[in-house]
């Protein structure tokens, strides 16, 4: 039996061009302008999928998107400015949205995974009863800021919009990413993340995007990249502001035609994947510097997500700090509590470097109260008070005169001691990105070892 596709468009053009293409991929195709037609479709033929171009028709409100809802999935399609729009057809019951211009084997894609789907995907309220119920969520707490995020997954993660993560250090982009695969239609497909700050730039096309055979000296054999690898699932880009401006072009050509090519090959590859990012830096202020794409940060855009920092959330964390006490990696075989003053300071706090942080300071609070049961304040190793970066000056001390290098090599040991070892804290607190950090380290241990091998012939 043929699929049929209910197209509801004000646009002339698109009821004679959409119904052709999708035609061609064997779905049966009925299109109308308005809703009061739509209507008359819907109760004599009922079809297996709506599909609604923005804009909308302008009998076709809240009241009667809820009612088609109720009993058809329906798939919108979104023009740049669409996107509220979008987004409350998804708070109305819709299944998805893809933005246009769309792509006729993403079109046509969409419409197959939603049919082939239909009592799975067919009312928004299944993903926020998934989220709550189904498993235990990455994302511990019942704040404000935590219930809208938690709703804000629970639209996307339905659809198959590229997402733009966004949130300080340590707040859990990462967790959000794998709560987005995890109730997106893809959580059967693998999710494959790359800290976009551990690729050397030399080597970043060939792994991200594979190389043939022969690509470059070195190359031995066929060698399939991180978009390969994640087909049929997800590709999470942690710090995608520290990607080089060649790659940005590709990720781009990727995002706009899904298709790439491996280094020395001939021919494109579809990308079957879809595509999270997440960063903590300004990248519409890169973006005018032109550090950053502009048209990559625009199709990045497409839903953003932004993660509160935890002093923005205080009330999460007394049972993130019950989860923390209760994970066997970090409690061991000794049930600890936190005693009332010892909440108390971790409530106060101001958390620069947020749930990862917390996290750290639980476990050595852990250590610190060795067989006790409870932890108290003399086990906290808070970095100075309810701030949100720690305050205080800094003193280097050395028993001779030194050199530049050892000067900087000496502030570097400090502020990582400091933050943890947490190179991205430190790496905002120098005001530069983490990709330059990593040099610099590199560049200092090189001249430590200089210095350590002119000391050992009494140069100087």
């Known amino acids: 039996m043929t699929d049929h596709i209910l197209l509801v ?9 959409m119904p052709e293409v999708l035609r061609r991929f064997g779905y049966q195709v009925t299109a109308v302008a308005d809703g009061s037609d739509a209507g008359r479709i819907l109760s004599c033929d009922g079809p297996d999928l709506i599909l609604l171009d923005d804009p909308w028709p302008k009998d076709v409100g809240t009241d009667l998107m809820e009612a088609w809802a109720q009993d058809l999935p329906i798939l ?3 023009g740049g400015d669409g996107m509220e729009a979008a987004l409350q057809a998804l708070r109305l019951g819709a299944t998805e949205f893809l933005a246009k211009p769309v792509d006729p084997d993403e079109l046509a894609g969409a419409a197959r995974r939603i049919i082939d789907n239909v009592l799975l995907y067919r009312r928004g309220e299944f993903y926020t009863s998934v989220l709550r119920h189904e498993a235990p969520s990455l994302l511990v707490g019942e704040s404000a800021p935590l219930r809208r995020l938690l709703a804000d997954l629970a639209a996307v993660a339905a659809t198959e919009a590229t997402v733009l993560i966004l949130g300080e250090s340590g ?10 695969h995890r109730l997106s239609p893809r959580a059967e497909g693998p999710l494959v993340a790359v800290d976009c700050c551990s690729l050397p730039e030399t080597l970043f096309e060939s792994e991200l995007f594979g190389h043939e055979r022969g690509a470059f000296t070195g190359a031995a054999q066929r060698k399939p990249g991180l978009v390969e690898q994640a087909k049929g699932g997800t590709l999470f880009l942690d710090e995608i502001g520290e990607i080089p401006a060649p790659i940005q072009a590709k990720l781009l ?22 595509i999270v990012a997440a960063t903590n830096r300004d990248l519409a202020g890169m973006a005018q510097r032109g550090e950053f794409r502009q048209d990559l940060l625009y199709r990045l855009n497409t839903f953003v997500v932004s993660v ?11 049972p993130l700090v019950r989860h923390f006490l209760a994970h066997p990696g970090l409690s061991k075989r000794i049930a600890k509590r936190t005693s009332e003053a010892a909440m108390q300071q971790l409530v106060a706090y101001d958390w620069p470097g947020n749930v990862r942080e917390l996290r750290n300071v639980v476990e ?3 250590i610190l109260s060795g067989n006790k049961l409870k932890i108290d304040p003399e086990h906290l190793t808070l970095a100075g008070t309810s701030t949100v970066q720690p305050t205080g000056g800094v003193t280097l001390t050395f028993d001779h005169e030194p050199t530049l290098a050892e000067i900087e090599r000496r502030y570097l040991q400090l502020l990582l ?13 120098l005001g530069i990105g983490e990709r330059t950090l990593y040099r610099l380290l590199a560049d200092l241990k090189g001249s430590s070892e200089q ?5 050992v012939r009494g140069e100087g």
């Open 76 to 78: 919108v399609l979104c």
């Open 451 to 455: 210095d350590q091998e002119r000391g």
């Open 171 to 180: 707040v859990g982009k990462e967790k959000v990413a794998q709560e987005i």
């Open 9 to 17: 468009s004000t646009n002339e053009q698109a009821r004679l061009e």
């Open 308 to 318: 509160p920092p935890l002093r923005e959330r205080r009330e999460d964390i007394p």
């Open 364 to 366: 050595r609070a852990i």
């Open 253 to 274: 050509r990727v995002l706009e035609t899904k298709r790439f090519r491996r280094l020395g090959a001939a021919t494109d590859l579809q990308a079957e994947v879809r």
């Open 417 to 429: 001691e400091r933050h943890d070892g947490r190179r991205s804290t430190v790496a905002r607190i």
